[in-house]
Antibody, heavy 122, light 110 residues
Framework: QVQLVQSGAEVKKPGASVKVSCKAS????????MHWVRQAPGQGLEWMGWINPNSGGTNYAQKFQGRVTMTRDTSISTAYMELSRLRSDDTAVYYC???????????????WGQGTLVTVSS | QSALTQPASVSGSPGQSITISCTGT?????????VSWYQQHPGKAPKLMIYDVSNRPSGVSNRFSGSKSGNTASLTISGLQAEDEADYYC??????????FGGGTKLTVL
């Protein structure tokens, strides 16, 4: 069965960086785009971008351009999202989510990781 | 890119039907058939309920249905059940090749 297992909670100081991992299993990792979505406490969902695990190509939301880097390691079926220059309003649960369609960005997410809480506090 | 507009809350009694709207523009909802709906229970990850405006993933109850007219998409839940109480989010692909979400709607089952 498809599973996305994310790394554990992080506490960071303002200005630092955080790198969240998302280990995939149960399907062909390189066949499906991986998206990242975050949710601040008590707030709605916010799309951050995607990575094509096959090519390594990325597409980031303009809001995060210059601060976010999405990468992957196909040898261990793991995607990563690194966010730099953290601010207090980056405090959120960060989710990885698999795209629904094979080799295509359909912008629908059928499997989600359990979420990783990133807390930014001095 | 602005978020899609959803009502903050809707409510209904068990057995009733409710509809949640999701309003965007011709650059997102109105321009593409890539509208999705997600259900999120407190403390849980979102769950895909509808994709491509009106398609249900395997395992999702047929009490959930989606539609679109112009720049507004809708999620209808019929035969409301207690376990349907959750937050619901719409999303759409946009002309900027990004995804935008709605602000979310809290469904209360009375």
């Amino acid at each position: 069965q498809v599973q996305l297992v994310q790394s554990g909670a992080e506490v960071k100081k303002p200005g630092a960086s955080v790198k969240v991992s998302c280990k995939a299993s149960g399907y062909t990792f390189t066949g499906y785009y991986m998206h990242w979505v975050r949710q601040a406490p008590g707030q709605g969902l916010e799309w951050m971008g995607w990575i094509n695990p096959n090519s390594g190509g990325t597409n980031y939301a303009q809001k995060f351009q210059g601060r976010v880097t999405m990468t992957r390691d196909t040898s261990i079926s793991t995607a990563y999202m690194e966010l730099s220059r953290l601010r207090s309003d980056d405090t959120a649960v960060y989710y990885c989510a698999r795209d629904l369609r094979y080799y295509y960005d359909s912008s629908a997410f059928d499997y989600w990781g359990q979420g990783t809480l990133v807390t930014v506090s001095s | 890119q602005s978020a899609l507009t959803q009502p903050a809350s809707v409510s209904g009694s068990p057995g009733q039907s409710i509809t949640i709207s999701c309003t965007g523009t011709s650059s997102d909802v109105g321009g593409y058939n890539y509208v999705s709906w997600y259900q999120q229970h407190p403390g849980k990850a979102p769950k895909l309920m509808i994709y491509d405006v009106s398609n249900r993933p395997s395992g999702v109850s047929n009490r959930f249905s989606g539609s679109k007219s112009g720049n507004t998409a809708s999620l209808t839940i019929s035969g409301l059940q207690a376990e349907d109480e959750a937050d619901y989010y719409c999303s759409s692909y946009t002309s900027s090749s990004i995804v935008v979400f709605g602000g979310g709607t809290k469904l209360t089952v009375l």
